[in-house]
T-cell receptor
Framework: GQQVMQIPQYQHVQEGEDFTTYCNSSTTLSNIQWYKQRPGGHPVFLIQLVKSGEVKKQKRLTFQFGEAKKNSSLHITATQTTDVGTYFCAGIDYKLSFGAGTTVTVRA | DVKVTQSSRYLVKRTGEKVFLECVQDMDHENMFWYRQDPGLGLRLIYFSYDVKMKEKGDIPEGYSVSREKKERFSLILESASTNQTSMYLC?????????????FGPGTRLTVT
């Protein structure tokens, strides 16, 4: 069945630096979604990507869907303390399958 | 705003007890989901429902059952709780419109089975 792998599992970032988290699927996806879970909170929807090669931006966050629709990435520029949390990708073929998440900590 | 509520934030039960976790959403969503979240494993789908009285197994249904008697309410049942069911349980809902797969999550129930 569909598997969604996410790397890295942990990302320790100096405030102001950039980082990227990656999501890879074993199958071609129809859509991919990204969620953010703050410490002690629940996952909150960030964005959905649908088209091959699609790139979307939300302020300092850039989301990309691969050409083959089997991978995606989230790039954060100029990391801030408010970016702390776990970022999940979720791939859709006939159901939504979540990756294990990338947990981000920020050094001030 | 969509609101998904869960009956308890924290729950402690003994091995062998029957456990009910309740989830209610107020947006008339057709689809509802139960996940468990464990460190390093992400969110794993237990069961989902796309309509009243309908249910489908997810990736890890063993040891669980569900009930959906009303559209707004989706219950997760642990027939005989075991220690390996200690976890964070998250309920989610979404509209049935195929163009929108955004899921709205409840606050979660942290269940400890001793």
């Amino acid at each position: 069945g569909q598997q969604v792998m996410q790397i890295p599992q942990y990302q320790h970032v100096q405030e102001g630096e950039d980082f990227t988290t990656y999501c890879n699927s074993s199958t071609t996806l129809s859509n991919i979604q990204w969620y953010k879970q703050r410490p002690g909170g629940h996952p909150v929807f960030l964005i959905q990507l649908v088209k091959s090669g699609e790139v979307k931006k939300q302020k300092r966050l850039t989301f990309q869907f691969g050409e083959a629709k089997k991978n995606s990435s989230l790039h954060i520029t100029a990391t801030q303390t408010t970016d702390v949390g776990t970022y999940f990708c979720a791939g859709i073929d006939y159901k939504l399958s979540f990756g294990a998440g990338t947990t981000v900590t920020v050094r001030a | 705003d969509v609101k998904v509520t869960q009956s308890s934030r924290y729950l402690v039960k003994r091995t062998g007890e029957k456990v009910f976790l309740e989830c209610v959403q107020d947006m008339d969503h057709e689809n509802m989901f139960w996940y468990r979240q464990d460190p390093g494993l992400g969110l794993r789908l237990i069961y989902f429902s796309y309509d009243v009285k309908m249910k489908e197994k997810g990736d890890i249904p063993e040891g669980y059952s569900v009930s959906r008697e009303k559209k707004e309410r989706f219950s997760l049942i642990l027939e005989s709780a075991s220690t390996n069911q200690t976890s964070m349980y998250l309920c989610a809902s979404r509209t049935g419109t195929i163009s929108s797969y955004e899921q709205y999550f409840g606050p979660g129930t942290r269940l400890t089975v001793t």
